[in-house]
T-cell receptor, first 111, second 111 residues
Framework: DTAVSQTPKYLVTQMGNDKSIKCEQN?????MYWYKQDSKKFLKIMFS???????INETVPNRFSPKSPDKAHLNLHINSLELGDSAVYFC??????????FGPGTRLTVL | QKEVEQNSGPLSVPEGAIASLNCTYS??????FFWYRQYSGKSPELIMS????GDKEDGRFTAQLNKASQYVSLLIRDSQPSDSATYLC???????????FGSGTQLTVLP
């Protein structure tokens, strides 16, 4: 019954590693997103993906790359992880850029 | 620079009182406005959306929008301890139609 799901829930890794976070939605939505919430709880858009159109927040380093195998999935790949990448990453989905529904989040800790 | 500003709080109200949460935004072209509730360690949960000037009521929640003043608010009537959470204001704007979040207001409802 989970509408937006993410795996893993927790991810602990060393600096310099490459990791991926997976997201799936079963709401039939056509748009998916990745957000980063930092230690001060500020929630910031990283990417939105709609009908194969990727919109990237210009502040996101190119070490981050979203990949969407189909409309129901949007994965986030992170290369060469840095300490500052530690945060909670949320996936979300919506229909036509309207009301967005969030997944449970992935807490990434880079050591 | 699109900005969404909220008083960070904390805001404390006694049980049964009305909690008033405020938000201002800088982009006059903003199209849609949302309130999310986020419990500690959980993901943001959509509680209200509003698109046109005036009030919108849903149960104990009332969202108010004034586009001329670039102001949106959320009233919670008959506040309950279970309403204690961080409330995030979010504004949809721009050609990329991305959500910009405020930093959130932490609400505590005292029994």
């Amino acid at each position: 019954d989970t509408a937006v799901s993410q795996t893993p829930k927790y991810l602990v890794t060393q600096m310099g590693n490459d990791k991926s976070i997976k997201c799936e939605q079963n709401l039939g939505h056509d748009t998916m997103y990745w957000y980063k919430q930092d230690s001060k709880k500020f929630l910031k858009i990283m990417f939105s993906y709609n009908n194969k159109e990727l919109i990237i927040n210009e502040t996101v380093p190119n070490r981050f790359s979203p990949k969407s195998p189909d409309k129901a999935h949007l994965n986030l790949h992170i290369n060469s992880l840095e300490l500052g990448d530690s945060a909670v990453y949320f996936c979300a989905s919506s229909q036509d850029f309207w009301e967005q529904f969030f997944g449970p989040g992935t807490r990434l800790t880079v050591l | 620079q699109k900005e969404v500003e909220q008083n960070s709080g904390p805001l404390s109200v006694p049980e049964g009182a009305i909690a008033s949460l405020n938000c201002t935004y800088s982009d006059r072209g903003s199209q849609s406005f949302f309130w999310y509730r986020q419990y500690s360690g959980k993901s943001p949960e959509l509680i209200m959306s509003i698109y046109s000037n005036g009030d919108k009521e849903d149960g104990r929640f009332t969202a108010q929008l004034n586009k001329a003043s670039q102001y949106v608010s959320l009233l919670i009537r008959d506040s309950q301890p279970s309403d204690s959470a961080t409330y995030l204001c979010a504004v949809l704007s721009g050609s990329a139609r991305q959500l910009t979040f405020g930093s959130g207001t932490q609400l505590t409802v005292l029994p």
